[in-house]
């Protein structure tokens, strides 16, 4: 009895840990990958006014850089305005509403080194 229940509990721990791994092992080439279209995505909506790297000037030069501001805003407002379209406020700007995929690619690029 208290056997099957032991052995019970050890598959439940397996079963977690290998699902644990293959999350590891899988994520991990798709992040790097999805930090690139983040990028492309800024680059072909905002990079013409707005420098989207650290240390690069904007080609506008009121427009702020974008690796800045962004990375200043917390998730949910950084979500928020991706989705509702930033560019609402300024005239200049395009209002360009982000699929929650593109926001998600948005964020990776946001949240790594450079
Ligand atoms: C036509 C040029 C142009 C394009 C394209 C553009 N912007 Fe801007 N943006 C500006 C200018 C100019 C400012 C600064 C003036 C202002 O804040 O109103 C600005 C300001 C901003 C700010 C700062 C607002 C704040 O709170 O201070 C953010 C964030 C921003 N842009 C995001 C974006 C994003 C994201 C895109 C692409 C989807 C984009 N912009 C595309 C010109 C542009």
Not at 11 to 26: A, I, N, Y
Not at 33 to 56: F, I, P, S, V, W
């Amino acid at each position: 009895m208290a056997h099957t229940l032991k052995g019970k509990l050890m598959q439940r721990l397996w079963f977690r840990v290998s699902v644990g791994l293959l999350f590891l092992c899988c994520s991990v080439p798709t992040d790097a990958a999805d930090n690139e279209n983040g990028k492309d995505l800024l680059q072909k909506n905002c990079g013409r006014c707005h420098a989207l790297a650290a240390e690069t000037a904007s080609p506008l030069k009121e427009a702020p850089n974008l690796w800045i501001v962004l990375r200043s805003y917390p998730t949910e407002r950084l979500e928020f305005e991706l989705a509702e379209g930033i560019g609402s406020r300024h005239k200049d700007m395009p209002q360009i509403q982000f699929s929650s995929e593109d926001i998600y690619k948005i964020e990776s690029y946001l949240s790594g080194d450079r």
